[in-house]
C-alpha cells in the first residue's frame, strides 16, 4: 500500500486534480490520498488558506464578510465546475463554511484552526466526490471518524500514540481513502492544525500508522535540489537522502517538506519519495534511513532567515551552577523555544525564531536576566539568518569546516555564530540576513560546482 499526499498547487484547479486522478489511477497500490488545500494556480493568485485566515480575521472583528466568503466559495466553485460535478458538492461546502463561521469564537486561535482547517477538509469531499465519478471507487474520511487524535493547548498539535492504532484500520479499506491534511481532533473533539504545511505531517503519520511501503509526497518539483534553485541556476538534483539530511535542510528554509514530517515516517521506516504532479514518471528523490556513500561529501545547502539572537554575558558564568537552565526557564515562562545555544566561558547566546518575540516579551526578558540572574549584559539582535550544510558524508571528511569558512570569508560576509552537532550530518553558520544569498552561491561555488582540470 502507497500513503500519497498532494501539495497546494497540485489540486489547485480542476486541471490538476484530473491529474491527481490520473495518478492514481495508474497504481492500484495508490490507496490513501492525503491532500492540501487549493493552492496558487498562477504567480499572483492567492492560497485558499490566506483567504480562510483574511476571512477569520474579519469575523472575529465582527465585520462584514460576506466579501471574503464569497471569494473562498468561488475557488471551489470554479473547480467543481471544472470537473463536471454537480451541485451539490457546492452546496455541501458552503453550508460546511457557514456552520463554521457560526461556531464558538471565544478561543480566537480555535475559531481560526476551525476557519483554517475547511480548506483541506473541503477539498477532501470534492476529489472524492470526482473519483467517483471517473470510476475510482473512493471515500472521505474525516480525521475526526478516523481517530487522529492530537495533544491539547497550549503545546503546538501533534499526533497521540493511540492516533497511530485507530489509523491503522485504514488499511482494510476497500475504496480509496481521500483524507484531508493539516488537522486532527483532541480527544475532546477540539479540532486543532498542524503548524502551516502540515499536511506533509498528516501524509507521514497515516503512512506510518497503516505501515506503507511508500509515502509519495507530490508536489510541483521533479525531485529536490541541493540547493535553491529561486537562487543557484539548475542546482544539482538529488536522487536519494537520508531522513537526517531532508530534516536538516527543512529545518533551514528547504519548502519542499515541512520539517516535522518525517518523523512518524521515519520511526516505521517508512521511505518517503518526493514527485511532481506535472510529470509523475520523473523517478523523483527517495528519502530513506540509509543510504550508499556518495563522492561528495555535502548533500545539501539551505539557509532560513527571520531569527534573533539573546545575547547574555557575565563574569565568571561557568563557574555558576544552574545558569543556563535558569535562562531557559525564563524563556519557557515566555512560551519561547529556541534553536541554538552557542556560548563562551563568560557569555551564552541563546538563537530563536523572530515571529515568537514582541517587544513587550523582549522587555520583560532582558529585565528578569538582569534582575533574577545578575547579567552584566543583556541584548537582543535581529535579521539573522541560519545557513545549513548538511550531509552524512561530512563526518568522514577531514577539512569541511574549514573549506566553508573560507568560501564564507570570500563574500567578505562576517560568521555571527557557528554550530556543529555531534553527529556531524550538519554545520550552522549564523549570519546577517542580508548576507544570506551571497553566501549561498559561495558555498554552492565551493562544494557543488565542477573543478576544471588543466
Avoid at 156 to 165: G, S
Avoid at 242 to 255: C, I, K, N, P, V
Avoid at 299 to 309: N, V
Amino acid at each position: 500500500m502507497k500513503v500519497c499526499k498532494f501539495g497546494g498547487t497540485s489540486v489547485a484547479s480542476a486541471q490538476q486534480i484530473k491529474k491527481v486522478a490520473a495518478i492514481v489511477r495508474a497504481d492500484p497500490s495508490r490507496r490513501i490520498v492525503v491532500v492540501s488545500a487549493p493552492g496558487k494556480r498562477f504567480e499572483d493568485d492567492v492560497k485558499v488558506t490566506d483567504l480562510l485566515i483574511s476571512l477569520s480575521h474579519a469575523a472575529l472583528r465582527g465585520e462584514n464578510v460576506e466579501e471574503q466568503f464569497n471569494k473562498v466559495i468561488d475557488r471551489y466553485d470554479n473547480i467543481a465546475n471544472g470537473l463536471g460535478l454537480g451541485c451539490e458538492i457546492q452546496d455541501i461546502i458552503k453550508m460546511d463554511l457557514h456552520n463554521r463561521l457560526a461556531s464558538d469564537k471565544e478561543n480566537p486561535r480555535l475559531f481560526l484552526d476551525q476557519l483554517q482547517a475547511s480548506g483541506e477538509d473541503n477539498l477532501a469531499k470534492l476529489v472524492a466526490a470526482y473519483f467517483n465519478t471517473v470510476g475510482l471507487q473512493a471515500e472521505y474520511v474525516s480525521p475526526k471518524e478516523a481517530g487522529l487524535l492530537v495533544n491539547d493547548l497550549p503545546q503546538r498539535a501533534q499526533a497521540l500514540p493511540e492516533a497511530y492504532t485507530r489509523l491503522s484500520a485504514l488499511k482494510d479499506k476497500e475504496t480509496i481513502t481521500v483524507f484531508p491534511g493539516f488537522f486532527g481532533y483532541t480527544e475532546e473533539g477540539v479540532l486543532r492544525t498542524f503548524e502551516r504545511g502540515g499536511s506533509d505531517i498528516t501524509g507521514s503519520i497515516l503512512a506510518a500508522a497503516v505501515k506503507a511501503k511508500l509515502y509519495e509526497n507530490f508536489t510541483d518539483v521533479d525531485c529536490v535540489f541541493v540547493a535553491n534553485p529561486r537562487i543557484i541556476d539548475n542546482p544539482v538534483e538529488i536522487d536519494k537522502m537520508t531522513y537526517r539530511e531532508m530534516r536538516e535542510l527543512s529545518y533551514a528554509g528547504f519548502s519542499v517538506l515541512h520539517d516535522e514530517a518525517l518523523m512518524p515516517a521515519f520511526k516505521e521506516s517508512v521511505p518517503v519519495c518526493i514527485k511532481n504532479t506535472n510529470n509523475p514518471l520523473a523517478p523523483g528523490t527517495m528519502i530513506v534511513a540509509e543510504r550508499e556513500s556518495s563522492f561528495r561529501p555535502v548533500t545539501g545547502i539551505s539557509a532560513d532567515s527571520g531569527f534573533s539572537t539573546l545575547f547574555v554575558s557575565k563574569y565568571l558564568m561557568n563557574r555558576e551552577i544552574g545558569f543556563g537552565r535558569k535562562l531557559l526557564q525564563i524563556l519557557e515562562d515566555e512560551e519561547i523555544s529556541y534553536e541554538h545555544t552557542p556560548s563562551g566561558i563568560d557569555n551564552l547566546s541563546v538563537i530563536l525564531r523572530s515571529y515568537q518575540l514582541t517587544p513587550d516579551k523582549e522587555a520583560r526578558i532582558v529585565d528578569r536576566v538582569k534582575t533574577e540572574l545578575q547579567a552584566d549584559e543583556v541584548n537582543f539582535r535581529s535579521n539573522f539568518s541560519m545557513v545549513v550544510i548538511v550531509g552524512e558524508g561530512m563526518r568522514n571528511s577531514t577539512g569541511l569546516a574549514a573549506r566553508a569558512t573560507t568560501a564564507i570569508s570570500r563574500t567578505g560576509a562576517n560568521i555571527e555564530m557557528i554550530n556543529q552537532g555531534s553527529s556531524e550530518v550538519s554545520l550552522v553558520f549564523g549570519v546577517l540576513k542580508q548576507d544570506e544569498t551571497k553566501i549561498l552561491k559561495e558555498l554552492y561555488k565551493e562544494f557543488f560546482s565542477p573543478v576544471l582540470v588543466v
